[in-house]
């Protein structure tokens, strides 16, 4: 999960540029732009190599066919799009993502709120388990995938052997077109459910404490505290978790690959494993490509719908 | 962000947890040592024991694993290129996310919103979708199995989130300071070098505690740009392992174990700075 | 790249082939491998099924039957990794469609889609609608099916020649069961089919030169892969199969032995397909392969989904 987002207004805030002079008279000198040159420049470059010149060569390899190697001139339009769309497994990973979104979105946050409510004040004993919670989120995904996979396996690992304590005979989830998903989900949930936990805690902590402590003393009840005053005051926290519920999502790939490499069949893949598996693998550059501008696209609508509800906030 | 520690108040004196929500916590607490626990037990297990016994202590603790995989020089050589990849990674992007973000900070030139809101590009996409092109930008560039293939690009999409960071960070450090020095004909690099890094401790540990976080686990990147396994960082080098030994889940469990461990040990001391790096932004907002 | 007529007729056609396009050589073939019916002795006898009754495929699937009311698993499948997969359909087009087809489909000239090809897959969709792999196949391995088979936990294994030390490797006690246990099968003939019953599929493998190799280094190679008497050491320490002619006969393998002796017999070795096609064509045969044994595509649709990714290879 190496997405990273922020919500403070750094990209439209230009402060007050309009009072100042014309650039020409602001530090203009010689020696200002050696500086500036000498202080960006490694940004600049590594930036636009590595980043944007990337996300420029994925739109334009989406529009040819080629397989990596001698030059781009097999123009097919808009040809990838269509195979990208038109192939066995997208509408099983498409599917899958949203899915697995929202299966995050209505589990994994819900739980998360219920906890950190319960431990977001100070206490020994509750930094204890906020660590424990918080601990899947520092491990590796391949880690926590093969340690479920582990669990997960028929036959040593754990759940064949809860089955047999259940006198059930416990499917082989991985390999079981109805389970996989949601033993996925299961993983997700046991990896970042801490993650959400802390952005709630951290949100319920700015909360200032008159504002509950007066409820409290016109009697308002704990429920009602929690329904109309915490939870609503939690909004951006909450804005936040959602945008990062589903951008995971969206990204979702170090776990599925040691855990199911996509199987059985196409049953679990996402759309990255997807890109993987189909695109990268096999050297099918205009076809990654297209894949690629589809998952851009998907993510920066997201992003933009997430600034948008939180900037809507910040204004009012 | 010790800033923002200050801001916290305390609502309440004393916890308040009703019987359900403790039942959850428990349930949970469950749910997430379980499967660490079995791990680390089972590496001391053979197969058989595995498949009747998970859960249990071993019937006798059986390092003969841990020995074969201390003992070869495989798992150093996977920590090792980790640790080399995360350390270059950190360096890189503190430095270069923090000259940039001071001189779009304070230096005033033409252009200067225009560059802010271009580097802030990279907020909006996560690498994996610009993974296949980038693998021919590095083929092309000739530097496949190389380790920088896996640096430059971690730093490259470092740069945003950590110049944002570095951003809010040097805008609030005081600005008389830094006239005053261009006042006694203080060229900006010495300012940035005696005056803003200094005082910039704190958010220099985040932004690196950050992008070691993110690099000592990140996965899909040198899945693609590496494929001599003496490159292999660990999350490729325990795959590989997996592979190998296949259902020997004992050994594949002490292998995890390992790996797992000085991870652990080094996030749970780092852990202020990982949550204050990534809900930086919310707590603010 | 020029070599002698010596070292061509030494290294024999299918060494030759496999190197060659559009006429020149580009490369001495080294090794081979061949793809076999692995089976577990003692579990035949113990389930009282007779290998010869497996020779055709109507006793095949008879013997599977037999296998599953004994409660054994008749077949080990790493389905994950779906190329072993796709040695099923492989093994089924070189029996139904045999070498002339199969060219003529990879070319071009004909469509998978033809009825050989899908006569194949149909033959393994009809096989995994009898559930004969083992439970939870698809989340499989290659290495987890080689260790159950080496585990003596299913009674055949289709799989390369190179799976004699890999199941006993993967096996839980590193030994596997004794080899006076293990036995080769022969793949089960299809009445009707285009293929020569001696046809085999495997791998070939050696060394290709640039273009700007010397011609020493060519002479080496000759000489390396050809000279009988030490390509009869590297056999003698059964590091692999050299393809030479007569390097074979100090095998004391028994399993490695019967191999180079099919290959030598073969009046076609065909290629793994997967190689054979291309890594895009191929990848797309595995994944039908996987689908078909999971019975999640019709043998129709395999089979038109492979010939779309060939055209569009093309």
Redesign the interface.
């Known amino acids: 999960m190496?997405?990273?987002?922020?919500?403070?207004q750094?990209?439209t805030s230009?402060p007050a540029?309009a009072t100042?002079p014309p650039?020409?008279r602001?530090?203009?000198d010689r020696?200002?732009?050696l500086?500036?040159l000498?202080?960006?420049s490694?940004?600049?470059i590594?930036?636009v190599?590595?980043?944007?010149?990337?996300?420029f060569?994925?739109f334009l390899?989406s529009f040819y066919k080629w397989n990596?190697y001698g030059p781009l001139q097999d123009f097919v339009g808009l040809e990838n799009y269509a195979?990208v769309v038109d192939h066995?497994a997208f509408p099983l990973a498409l599917r899958n993502t949203v899915i697995i979104a929202v299966a995050s979105l209505l589990l994994q946050l819900p739980?998360a709120l219920?906890?950190a409510?319960?431990?977001?004040?100070?206490?020994w004993f509750?930094s204890i388990?906020r660590?424990?919670?918080?601990?899947?989120y520092?491990?590796?995904?391949?880690?926590a995938g093969?340690?479920?996979?582990?669990?997960y396996?028929?036959?040593?690992?754990?759940l064949?052997?809860i089955g047999d304590a259940l006198h059930t005979e416990m499917p082989?989830v991985?390999?079981?077109r109805a389970w996989v998903i949601p033993a996925i989900i299961i993983v997700i949930v046991?990896k970042y459910?801490?993650?959400h936990m802390?952005?709630y805690i951290?949100?319920?902590?700015?909360?200032?404490?008159e504002v509950?402590?007066a409820a409290r003393l016109d009697g308002v009840s704990?429920w009602k505290i929690m329904w109309f005053i915490k939870i609503p005051m939690l909004r951006?926290?909450i804005i936040?978790s959602v945008f990062f519920a589903i951008?995971g999502s969206?990204?979702l790939?170090?776990i599925i690959?040691?855990l199911?490499?996509g199987?059985?069949?196409?049953a679990s893949h996402t759309l990255?494993s997807f890109?993987?598996y189909?695109?990268?693998?096999?050297?099918?550059?205009g076809f990654?490509?297209a894949m690629?501008v589809i998952?851009?696209i998907l993510?920066?609508g997201v992003?933009i719908i997430y600034r948008r509800l939180?900037f809507t906030k910040?204004e009012a | 962000m010790a800033r923002t520690k200050r801001k916290l108040t305390i609502v309440g004196s004393k916890p308040e947890i009703s019987p359900f929500q403790w039942g959850t916590i428990i349930f949970i607490t469950l749910f997430i040592l379980v499967p660490f626990y079995s791990t680390a037990l089972g590496g001391f297990k053979s197969n058989g024991e595995l498949r009747v016994n998970p859960f249990g202590f071993p019937a006798s603790w059986d390092t003969s694993n841990f020995e074969l995989i201390l003992g070869g020089d495989t798992f150093f050589r996977f920590m090792w290129n980790s640790l080399f990849i995360a350390l270059l990674t950190v360096v890189l992007t503190v430095i270069v996310a923090a000259m940039a973000a001071f001189a779009l900070s304070h230096i005033r030139f033409y252009g200067r919103n225009y560059l802010t809101s271009l580097f802030m590009l990279g907020l909006l996409f996560p690498f994996a979708t610009a993974i296949l092109p980038l693998f021919i930008t590095i083929r092309d560039m000739g530097i496949l199995d190389n380790p920088t293939a896996v640096i430059l690009p971690q730093v490259a999409f470092n740069l945003a989130f950590s110049m944002l960071l570095f951003r809010s960070f040097f805008q609030e450090l005081p600005i008389e300071l830094i006239e005053a020095a261009r006042m006694d004909r203080c060229g900006y690099l010495r300012i940035f070098w005696y005056i803003v890094l200094p005082l910039s401790l704190p958010i220099l540990t985040t932004v690196g505690v950050f992008a070691f976080v993110t690099s000592w686990n990140n996965f899909l990147l040198p899945l693609i740009m590496l494929n001599d396994e003496k490159a292999f960082p660990w999350p490729l080098g325990i795959m590989q392992f997996q592979g190998q030994y296949n259902t020997d889940w004992p050994k594949v469990l002490a292998f995890l174990t390992l790996t797992i461990l000085p991870a652990l040990v080094f996030f749970l001391a780092a852990q202020r700075y990982i949550i204050s790096g990534l809900t930086g932004g919310a707590v603010k907002g | 790249m020029w070599v002698s007529q010596e070292t061509k007729d030494a290294i024999g056609t299918a060494g030759i082939s496999a190197f060659s396009r559009d006429g020149h050589l580009y490369g001495i073939a080294r090794d081979v491998g061949e793809v076999v019916l692995w089976y577990n002795k003692a579990l035949f006898k113990k389930a009282g099924v007779d290998p010869e009754s497996m020779k055709t495929w109507d006793g095949f699937t008879a013997g599977i039957k037999t296998f599953q009311d004994a409660g054994i698993t008749p077949i080990a499948l790493g389905g994950k990794d779906k190329w072993p997969a796709h040695f099923w359909w492989a093994k089924m087009v070189v029996r139904l469609a045999g070498e002339t087809e199969f060219d003529k489909a990879a070319s071009g000239e004909a469509s998978f889609t033809d009825k050989p090809f899908v006569d194949a897959a149909q033959k393994l969709y009809d096989l995994g609608q009898m559930k004969p792999f083992q439970q939870g196949f698809e989340a499989a391995t290659y290495g987890d099916a080689s260790g159950m088979f080496g585990d003596g936990n299913a009674a055949m294994h289709l799989m390369g020649d190179w799976d004699y030390t890999v199941m006993k490797d993967s096996s839980a006690d590193k030994k596997g069961f004794p080899d006076e246990d293990l036995g080769i099968l022969p793949f089960p003939t299809v009445p009707g089919g285009a293929g020569d019953p001696t046809d085999t599929l495997g791998g070939l493998s050696g060394w290709l030169f640039s273009k700007n190799a010397s011609d020493e280094a060519v002479k080496f190679m000759e000489w390396y892969n050809t000279d009988v008497a030490l390509q009869q050491e590297f056999a003698a320490g059964a590091y692999y199969i050299p393809i030479a002619k007569g390097a074979a006969d100090t095998m004391t393998n028994p399993f490695k032995q019967q191999v180079a002796e099919d290959i030598n017999k073969a009046h076609w070795h065909a290629l793994f397909f997967d190689q054979a096609l291309g890594p895009d064509v191929g990848g797309v045969f595995n994944d039908m392969s996987a689908e078909l044994a999971a019975g999640t595509i019709s043998p129709e649709d395999a089979a038109a989904e492979l010939q779309a990714a060939a055209e569009d290879a093309r």
């Open positions: 190496t997405q990273t987002v922020t919500t403070s750094d990209i230009r540029a100042r650039f020409w602001q530090f203009g020696k200002s732009w500086a500036v000498l202080l960006v490694p940004a600049l590594l930036f190599t590595f980043v944007l010149w990337p996300l060569n994925a390899f990596g195979k066995r739980l219920w906890v409510l319960a431990l977001y004040q100070k206490a509750v388990f660590t424990i919670f918080f601990l899947p520092m491990l590796g995904e391949v880690a093969l340690i479920w996979k582990f669990v396996d028929g036959n040593y690992g754990l064949p052997t082989f991985l390999a079981d046991w459910f801490g993650f802390m952005i951290a949100g319920l902590q700015s909360i200032p404490s509950v402590e704990k951006s926290s936040i951008v969206l990204q790939f170090d690959l040691p199911t490499g199987g059985p069949g196409n990255v890109l993987y189909f695109g990268i693998l096999r050297m099918k550059i990654g490509g690629s998952l851009f993510c920066v992003t939180l910040a």
